[in-house]
């Protein structure tokens, strides 16, 4: 079905969500937040993922492709488990936040707007606990962070300037991996 779609190339590749679902396995997550929804693949692993009384804060603007992947959280039985916000992002990392949850959350995963990326990545840290996972999605953007820097244009410059940013920051310990498109795995210290 979401390969049918206009922006198919939005789906988290399985080799991602499979990495993912199963750190967050591992590490006994019970909370987690997705930044870009898209249809809900991802989303749907997690729940799957997270215990019986597990929650994914689902973050997404628009809820055309997210409810197309509803009706497939209801078959997996995991649709009690995700709490779909329809607003933007910051938003709502902003009222986790404003409500207390500091600390709370697991695993959050970043696949969204590029451009927002820094501004989620800091909320995250906020949010996460101490030894959750922060993955961001797409931090080799295609190779083109790779390239001669004259050659770049904003979203590939924001996404290298992050890249140096996480990899100096001693909040975290990083790993990133050349899986799919470049997954950065940032462990909360």
């Not at 750190?23 to 993922?49: D, K, N, Q, S």
């Not at 500091?102 to 606990?129: G, S, W």
């Not at 140096?164 to 991996?177: A, E, G, Q, Y």
Request: with cysteine.
């Amino acid at each position: 079905m979401t390969l049918k779609l206009p922006r198919a190339d939005m789906i988290a590749d399985p080799e991602v969500t499979q990495l993912l679902t199963n750190i967050a396995r591992v590490i006994g997550a019970r909370r987690a937040i997705e930044v870009g929804v898209f249809t809900g693949y991802t989303c749907l692993a997690l729940a799957l993922a997270l215990p019986e009384d597990g929650k994914v804060v689902a973050c997404d603007v628009d809820d055309t492709n997210v409810n197309l992947g509803r009706p497939y959280w209801t078959e997996a039985g995991v649709e009690h488990k995700i709490d779909v916000r329809i607003q933007p992002a910051l938003q709502t990392l902003d009222d986790l936040i404003s409500a207390g949850e500091e600390e709370t959350y697991d695993v959050v995963f970043i696949d969204a707007d590029k451009m927002n990326y820094d501004l989620y990545y800091e909320r995250a840290l906020v949010i996460l606990r101490p030894g959750g996972l922060i993955a961001l999605d797409n931090m080799l953007w295609g190779g083109k962070v790779l390239q001669p820097e004259d050659t770049w244009d904003e979203t590939t410059r924001t996404i290298s300037d992050l890249n140096k940013k996480i990899h100096k920051d001693p909040r975290v310990d990083v790993s990133m991996l050349t899986v799919s498109d470049g997954l950065t795995l940032a462990f909360k210290r």
